[in-house]
């Protein structure tokens, strides 16, 4: 079964908009990760963010930022005045720590596409 | 601080033949992880390795795939044979401390493509 669902499959924006992208697990631990990763049109996967379970505090890096909120499984990132160089699929990912020994369980992806 | 390096970033093959994928990971990460994308699929994990350890190869596919981390260092992940199916993009992560759930810094990819 699908455990992190990244439900919009392609956002397209113009430079200088918001865009947030939704990311939405599922788990039955109590203690697990949740990371976002970037990837470019080059191909490779760039870390963007890993967030504990029990750290429920919004986090703003420059012009991202990401809103957990654990009553609704949600996990979502915001690209705030967005630019060309945004323009990547970013990727959701969970790590349980049942059974896992760290590895990460995908969402499908969410293409942004940037356009001046 | 060198990353993780993927050798060869692409390989194109004949259905039958056989490939070797590289992986090596940042110095002094412990653990080694391979994941795959096929076309139009989710990434999936593949194995896990915790030094020269298998630790976790619930996501290989199948016998075909063999992966080896000889002296805990680089990683090789073999098909043989490959079949149509196998083609996607191959991943390795490295990450310092698995018990941490550290984060896991992924290489460049290997294109598999798999005529």
């Known amino acids: 079964a699908q455990k992190v669902t990244q439900a919009q499959t392609e956002i397209s924006v113009v430079e200088k908009e918001d865009v947030t992208l939704d990311c939405v697990y599922e788990?039955?631990?109590?203690?697990?990760?949740l990371f976002w990763y970037k990837q470019p049109p080059s191909g490779e996967l760039v870390f963007l963010i890993r967030?504990?379970?029990?750290?429920?505090q919004n986090e703003i890096s420059g012009r991202y930022s990401w809103n957990f909120q654990k009553s609704t499984s949600s996990f979502n990132f915001t690209i705030t005045a967005s630019q060309v160089v945004d323009s990547a699929v970013y990727f959701c990912?969970?790590?349980?720590?049942?059974?896992?020994?760290?590895?990460?369980?995908f969402g499908a992806g969410t293409q942004v596409v940037v356009t001046p | 601080e060198a990353g993780v390096t993927q050798f060869p970033s692409h390989s194109v093959i004949e259905k039958g033949q056989t490939v070797t994928l590289r992986c090596d990971p940042i110095?002094?990460?412990?653990?080694l992880y391979w994941y795959r994308r096929v076309m139009g699929k989710e990434i999936k994990f593949l194995l896990h390795?915790?030094?020269?350890?298998?630790?976790?190869e619930s996501g290989m596919p199948n016998n075909r795939f063999l992966a080896e981390r000889t002296g805990g260092t680089y990683s090789t992940l073999k098909v043989q044979p490959a079949e149509l199916e196998d083609s996607g993009v191959y991943f390795c992560?490295?990450?310092?401390?698995?018990?941490?759930?550290?984060?896991?810094?992924f290489g460049p990819g290997t294109r598999l493509t798999v005529l």
């Open positions: 967030r504990n379970s029990f750290d429920e």
């Open positions: 990912a969970l790590s349980e720590t049942t059974d896992s020994w760290g590895k990460l369980q």
């Open positions: 110095s002094g990460h412990d653990n």
């Open positions: 390795f915790v030094k020269e350890s298998k630790q976790d």
């Open positions: 788990t039955r631990d109590t203690t697990y990760y």
């Open positions: 992560a490295s990450s310092k401390d698995a018990i941490g759930f550290d984060t896991q810094y």
